[in-house]
């Protein structure tokens, strides 16, 4: 009876996890055409095409070992594992961290940008980025001991583990809060495509995460829940947010951000108002306009003037030349020029 329980918690564990890896690699041969197009080709390297690199391959790499542990193995990663698994669950949670890190740089870059840099902002990502990287650390820590003891993952364990979890969904939460913020400001004052798609973005990556995150810690710290699926969530979890993360990373190099806009804000020439508008984001390397300058009707830029030949499709969609001088220029890789304006 007791071993027909436990082959039925072990094919509960595999289905799950192997439901999870079919995810990550799936959607990365989905998107790897649409990674060649904007992120492969020539174009500006900043701080987002690093860290959308390193998430989008170490979770994709790095996660190999893992599923040949989970689904290849024939054991239960958080039950009765011999000395030969155990540094392979240690490189797990080392695994886990840093893709969690690399989702929290993401974001807290996106919302950085949002705000040109603003420093109450600033104060806010830092404090709370620097609060859950030290208690994730802590936390994982914490738990190495009783994992390279072979033990499995009781209700203690996985309290601990869940707090790291726990300050990884607070973080994720005040960004989605200031991007709902933002949104909702300028778009109560003028209708913005971008900010629109900008929170359509953030509210799906952020009902993801809750949900699985949800799912994580009522696992870790239920004590109804039987040892050997403690942790059944975790890898779950992990490739979702990889997986959400670089699509939010792919959308910010989306096109239709470099559409030309006719005075309603709406898209222009062959381009049909009623057309849906696929969603992107603010990539850090854009200058994102101040809210006065974003309220003002937007109108194309006819008049060459001093500029010289070639820069009608540069400024094409922006109110004028006066406005663009006084636009704002904060972005992460630093000032650029106001007649360089761009989404990267």
């Known amino acids: 009876m007791i071993a027909r329980d436990f082959q039925s918690l072990e094919l509960i564990n595999f289905s799950t996890n192997a439901a999870a890896f079919v995810i990550l690699y799936y959607d990365f041969f989905l998107t790897l055409g649409t990674e060649v197009d904007r992120y492969w080709t020539p174009g500006p390297w900043n701080v987002i095409s690093t860290l959308f690199f390193l998430n989008r391959y170490i979770g994709l790499l790095g996660n190999l070992p893992v599923a040949y542990q989970i689904l290849c193995s024939g054991r239960l990663k958080t039950w009765e594992q011999p000395q030969s698994e155990l540094n392979l669950t240690l490189y797990h949670e080392i695994l886990i961290l840093i893709l969690q890190l690399l989702v929290a740089a993401l974001m807290s870059l996106r919302t950085y940008a949002l705000y040109n840099r603003a420093h109450v902002v600033t104060v806010i990502l830092c404090l709370s980025a620097a609060t859950f990287v030290a208690m994730s650390v802590y936390m994982t820590i914490s738990t190495l001991h009783t994992i390279m003891q072979g033990n499995p993952v009781d209700t203690e364990t996985g309290k601990r583990i869940a707090l790291a979890f726990g300050f990884y969904l607070v973080h994720d939460t005040i960004v989605f809060a200031l991007t709902t913020f933002k949104a909702i400001r300028l778009y109560n004052q003028r209708k913005h495509p971008l900010l629109q ?79 849906a508008y696929i969603s992107s984001v603010v990539d850090a390397g854009m200058t994102m306009p101040s809210e006065v300058h974003a309220l003002q009707p937007r109108t194309r830029y006819r008049g060459l003037g001093d500029l010289g030949q070639g820069q009608d499709d540069r400024l094409r969609g922006y109110t004028d030349v006066n406005s663009l001088r006084h636009t704002s220029d904060a972005t992460v890789d630093g000032p650029v020029e106001a007649c360089q304006l761009r989404v990267v």
């Open 197 to 275: 798609a900008l929170y359509i973005d953030g509210l799906m990556f952020y009902g993801m995460i809750v949900l699985f995150s949800m799912l994580n810690l009522l696992f870790l710290t239920s004590q109804l829940v039987d040892t050997p699926l403690k942790t059944i969530w975790t890898t779950p979890t992990n490739v979702v947010s990889v997986v959400m993360v670089s699509r939010l990373a792919l959308n910010m190099r989306h096109p239709s951000i470099m559409r030309p806009m006719d005075a309603d804000g709406g898209p222009e020439d062959h381009e049909r108002a009623d057309d």
